[in-house]
């Protein structure tokens, strides 16, 4: 997207907790030649002499794609707070578009359906809804950083209205999640197969009736001190 977030070397220290970042360089130029050569982001950080600012990420979360998919990833997630908003320049091979909005903005936008959001990215965004300010966002991620994250890989099961992901801690999870590498059909409803699940056993999932309609579920505190999500719909 063309933020650079990084730190002058003339004046290295900053207390304040927030990002900072560099706008005053040619970033068509060199967007293009970090996107088509890596090493070129230590060329430009040379020529600007800065260095990046990983003291203002913090380790937020961990998603890798679900078996049933034939290209898959291992994403990880990192929260910065900015104390103004950079100009960006979107990079066209990457991102079609961009928009700044708060995360409740972007669920209710999703809720209907004006917009999708993937899997993780609903989860995440609902996650921050437990924040009133960005402050307590940034220091709740800044202390919460150095006790890791749980990798969530989800396994996805087929139900006659709909599908589950299972999620680590799920009293149904299964031990290796890489099993199948189809939807596991259950010839439940969703409701039935949550009722699998004897009361007060652990649950986390997210249910599906379609792309805009989904429920998470999480009845135990996760084990890395992250915060549960909120269901946007009960803020409407």
């Known amino acids: 997207m063309g933020i650079l977030l990084c730190r002058d070397l003339k004046t290295f220290s900053n207390t304040s907790g927030y990002g900072q970042f560099h706008e005053q360089f040619d970033v068509t130029h060199w967007q293009k030649e970090v996107h088509n050569d890596a090493n070129k982001f230590l060329t430009l950080c040379k020529e600007l002499e800065v260095i990046p600012d990983i003291w203002s990420l913090h380790d937020w979360s961990a998603w890798r794609t679900p078996s049933t998919f034939t290209k898959r990833f291992q994403t990880a997630f990192f929260l910065t707070a900015l104390e103004a908003k950079p100009s960006l320049h979107v990079e066209p091979i990457e991102v ?33 809804l437990n924040f009133k ?104």
């Open 96 to 128: 079609k578009d961009y928009a700044w909005r708060s995360p409740l903005e972007y669920l209710q936008r999703a809720l209907a359906k004006q917009l999708w959001l993937p899997p993780p990215q609903f989860y995440e965004l609902s996650r921050c």
């Open 133 to 236: 300010t960005l402050e307590t966002l940034r220091e709740f991620a800044e202390k919460r950083a150095d006790k890791g994250v749980v990798l969530f890989h989800p396994v996805l099961f087929k139900c006659s209205d709909g599908w589950v992901q299972l999620l680590p801690g799920d009293e149904m999870y299964p031990a290796n999640p890489d099993a199948s590498s189809e939807k596991i059909e259950t010839g439940l409803s969703i409701a039935e197969f949550r009722a699998q699940v004897q009361e007060y056993k652990p649950l986390h999932r997210t249910e599906h009736k379609n792309q805009h309609e989904s429920q998470l579920l999480i009845n135990f505190e996760p084990a890395d001190g992250q915060v549960q999500p909120i269901d946007a719909r009960k803020l409407l």
